[in-house]
């Protein structure tokens, strides 16, 4: 309100939004939001409106002509807030009009983007502070829920503000159990978690397919849920967001792309079942349950094999400098740059043909991408998963008759057909890949046939072929581009290997509360131990000399049987995990029992 750059550092929940809203709505002007979602964007017009209040977002997909008219709106048609994403503010036209605007707030939302040592890095972020030439008298707000100091102290020199006020709430959700468990089936835990739970549920996994699979497992246990990821269309995603919200699907099984928009108050638990990435990463994720202040869990499942994998996804794969000098002229030679020349010049490109060609490695190559992308050495537009799409033009029996003359338009339109609903209606997303599986046709063949169907006024066509768009934004010379940046490329790897360790260290520590550890990970130094967290808990539960004799009698009389395993005693026996887990180690200790290589246990 005093016109001074401001950051809010506060945890998910925290009410970051009204720290600009409200300003700018006490104020003449308007107020410009940078947001890295479309469906974070989405949600806070849609919200704002519905309480009268005029707000819009200019997100992808709309046309010069669309961009404008909606800039005209927001110039002269008294809106109080304006939404775009950091790439959008990269437009000439836009950068002219806010130049124009009597803006009187600048708020940066999901600030730490802009930091390369965030864990949400977006290059396009390194250009907001374009704003602070278009709009120098207005203050920025940076917003963030997930900054360590170090990433707090390199947002706040990225943004370029000016003796920032820094408002930093605790990271302390003292209603949140976070809880680690090592465990071999996960979706037995996650059955027990989930059994009685009246409430959304989001359980996070790593993969598109583990995602399908998961939610399907849970299905054939009677555990309603839905599958969510980065390759469901628009439309399917706004559908299933809803039943989850409406309680229709209340377990959600998703990627990290379920991520930022997501707000839902009543999320009971937030389960993982593959290590995250990092612990920012996992305290963003963690921190969607329990936004009503209602107690809540967090739960991660793990096994040896998951510290192995979180290893070899993200420290294995990293591209140093050698590997990047390499693949960067790979790069340019198969794009066909000449020495000295390429800079500002937009290709095609064909990822996985590009790892095949040169026998690479794909996750070191999608890293090594980032990595150039990161420094400035190239601008890497990814298109993964993007779908080509088509329209039927004609009727179905007008399309019929075209296919008594040309066998191959035959199969691969009737295909088309089978395959996909609605084409006649509007644009639909067809999978090549599929088509070729289905026709036992190769792409160039299904590729120059549907070029054919769309000369005839068939098929209305947009065809994509490539995995993304590469824009060089320097000169190619080889070993001199990549020395360039080498320092910074260590740098950025040493920084990763840090974030696995510390996120490993934090699943098998069970001495320091879980929240304690969170928290001091994010600079908080005086929190208190929770008292409901696994090692808090785990703590409460000592048991006398007698009671584990007692157990131990049961658990060996139990054993008479035949060899059990840890959970199949407990459950027979009808005893807590702790205590049941804690009479096997005594009774092992003292060679009572034996393991065997199926993890069954044996009286000896």
């Known amino acids: 309100m005093d016109g001074k750059d401001t950051v809010a550092l506060l945890p998910t929940g925290g009410g970051k939004s009204i720290c600009f809203q409200i300003p700018s709505l006490a104020q003449e002007g308007i107020c410009i939001v940078i947001s890295p979602l479309v469906a974070l964007m989405t949600d806070q017009v849609k919200s704002l409106k519905e309480k009268g209040i005029k707000a819009l977002a200019i997100t992808g997909g709309k046309s010069f002509t669309e961009v404008n008219t909606l800039l005209d709106n927001a110039s ?4 109080k ?8 503010l990269q437009q000439e036209l836009v950068q002219n009009t806010i130049k124009r605007m009597n803006v009187n707030c600048i708020a940066v939302d999901e600030a730490h983007c802009i930091s390369q040592w965030g864990n949400d890095f977006r290059p396009a972020y390194k250009n907001i502070r374009i704003l602070r030439e278009l709009q120098p008298l207005s203050p920025i707000i940076a917003l963030t829920a997930t900054a360590t100091p170090e990433v707090l102290k390199d947002t706040i020199k990225e943004l370029e503000m000016e003796l920032p006020s820094v408002f930093q709430d605790s990271f302390v959700r003292p209603n949140i159990a976070y809880n680690t468990l090592e465990v071999e089936d996960k979706l037995y835990h996650i059955q027990q978690l989930l059994k009685s739970n009246k409430k959304e549920a989001i359980v996070y996994v790593r993969t598109r397919r583990s995602a ?3 939610s399907s497992h849970l299905n054939s246990l009677g555990i309603k849920s839905d599958f969510f990821h980065g390759g469901i269309p628009s439309q399917e995603k ?5 039943a989850w919200k409406n309680g229709t699907s209340p377990t959600i099984v ?6 930022m ?4 108050a009543t999320v009971a638990h937030v389960i993982h079942i593959q290590l995250p990435e990092s612990l920012e990463s996992y305290f963003q994720e963690a921190g969607r349950a329990g936004r009503d202040g209602n107690r809540a869990t967090a739960t991660i499942l793990y096994n040896a094999y998951d510290k192995q994998l979180v290893t070899k996804q993200f420290i294995a794969s990293l591209a140093d400098v050698d590997l990047l000098k390499f693949m960067y002229k790979k790069l340019n030679n198969y794009l066909q740059i ?8 937009t290709h095609g490109f064909n990822f996985e043909d590009f790892c095949k060609t040169y026998s690479l490695n794909t996750l070191q190559v999608f890293n090594g991408l980032n990595t150039l992308d990161r420094l400035g050495v190239l601008q890497l537009s990814k298109e993964f998963g993007r779908s080509s799409k088509l329209k039927f033009l004609v009727d179905t029996n007008t399309a019929l008759a075209f296919f008594k003359h040309d066998k191959l338009a035959s199969v691969i339109g009737k295909t088309i057909l089978r395959l996909y609903g609605g084409v006649f209606e509007t644009m639909t ?3 090549l890949e599929v088509l070729q599986t289905k026709t036992s046709q190769s792409q160039p063949v299904i590729i120059e046939t549907l070029q054919k169907l769309e000369a005839a006024n068939i098929i209305e066509l947009y065809l994509n072929t490539t995995d993304a768009a590469i824009t060089f934004l320097t000169p190619r010379e080889d070993d001199k581009t990549i020395n360039v940046i080498a320092r910074e490329v260590v740098s950025h790897n040493d920084k990763k290997k840090q974030q696995v360790q510390q996120l490993l260290n934090y699943v098998e520590n069970n001495n320091t509360c879980r929240s304690v550890q969170l928290v001091t990970y994010f600079g908080e130094t005086t929190a208190s131990p929770c008292g409901i967290c696994s090692v808090c808990s785990s703590k409460k539960e000592t048991f006398s000399k007698k009671e584990l004799l007692k157990i131990s009698k049961i658990i060996l009389l139990e054993l008479e049987s035949g060899p059990k395993t840890s959970r199949e005693i407990q459950e027979n026996i009808n005893q807590s995990q702790v205590l049941v887990l804690k009479t096997i180690a005594l009774l092992l200790g003292n060679k009572a029992i034996s393991l065997d290589q199926r993890n069954r246990y044996s009286k000896k």
Do not use: H, M, Q
């Open 76 to 79: 002269f048609g008294n809106y």
């Open 81 to 88: 807030f304006l939404y775009i994403s950091p790439e959008r």
């Open 212 to 214: 399908v699979e998961t």
């Open 238 to 242: 706004t559908k299933k967001l809803e």
């Open 254 to 259: 998703a990627t990290s792309a379920f991520g």
């Open 261 to 264: 928009g997501i707000d839902l």
């Open 338 to 345: 000449s020495y000295g020349e390429g800079v500002f010049t």
């Open 429 to 431: 997303g067809v999978n």
